[in-house]
């Protein structure tokens, strides 16, 4: 009944937004084994990171992983479009989740991990459907495209200076050169405003009206003093 669901959030991508990384993980799963979550600092419930799925030209999804040190357990908190689907609370713990993935190797603990959470998902958005959070129309809805290949061999050329900057704004960032990458960052921004105008994104700096009578840029009406 609601394989169209799950066959919709599984053609969704991991995105490299995501801060519930591989690492995360296989210490989350470390410290339960270890009862030991005194690594998870703040306050009652400690986010640890998040999954961000994308692509497939739907809206994005999110499943936030957070641990209650109090209660020895993580829990999951499911979003989609900014929208939290369901405020029902899924349980992890060491009991019922993380020693059994423990058990196996340990370059296998991300992938059983995020699969769990998937078939989560999906019952998060059955019930945010069933709740009226959102609709079904919604969640399956596409969203509009974008012309790259108008402007295919300039869209080309800017996607391929994007790597190279960015290449070289990752070497600065581990070099500490601060103010290198900052102008490399710059440089990114402008060739993504480029990119986006290609394809009819629209810039906010592209509104901005500039005046050539230095004295327009005072508010209409403003005094002036005289010097």
């Known amino acids: ?22 690492e995360v993980v296989a210490d989350l799963i470390d410290n339960f084994h270890k009862r030991d979550l005194s690594s998870y ?15 497939n030209g739907r809206k994005d999804m999110t499943i936030e992983v957070m641990v209650d040190r109090k209660s020895e357990f993580a829990f999951a908190n499911f979003g989609f479009d900014g929208c939290i689907l369901s405020s029902e609370v899924w349980q992890y713990t060491r009991k019922t989740t993380f020693e059994a993935i423990y058990k196996h190797p340990r370059e296998d603990w991300f992938e ?12 998060a958005v059955v019930k945010g459907i069933y709740d009226c959070v959102i609709t079904e129309e919604m969640f399956l809805a596409v969203e509009p495209e974008h012309d790259f290949t108008a402007k295919k061999d300039d869209n080309i050329r800017i996607a391929t200076s994007l790597r ?7 070497g600065r960032i581990r070099d500490g050169e601060n103010q290198a990458a900052s102008s490399i960052f710059k440089e990114i921004l402008e060739q993504i405003n480029e990119i986006k105008r290609n394809v009819g994104i629209p810039v906010p700096e592209d509104d901005v009206e500039w005046c ?7 508010f209409d009406g403003a005094d002036v003093e005289d010097d």
């Open 164 to 170: 190279q900057l960015s290449q070289r704004l990752l």
């Open 212 to 218: 050539d009578d230095p004295d327009d840029r005072f």
């Open 1 to 22: 009944m609601f394989a169209h669901l799950s066959a919709a959030i599984r053609a969704q991508d991991i995105s490299p937004r995501s801060t519930l990384t591989t």
């Open 41 to 55: 600092k703040g306050g009652e419930f400690v986010s640890i990171g998040e999954l961000v799925l994308y692509g």
């Open 112 to 123: 059983l991990f995020v699969e769990i959470l998937l078939n989560d998902l999906e019952r």
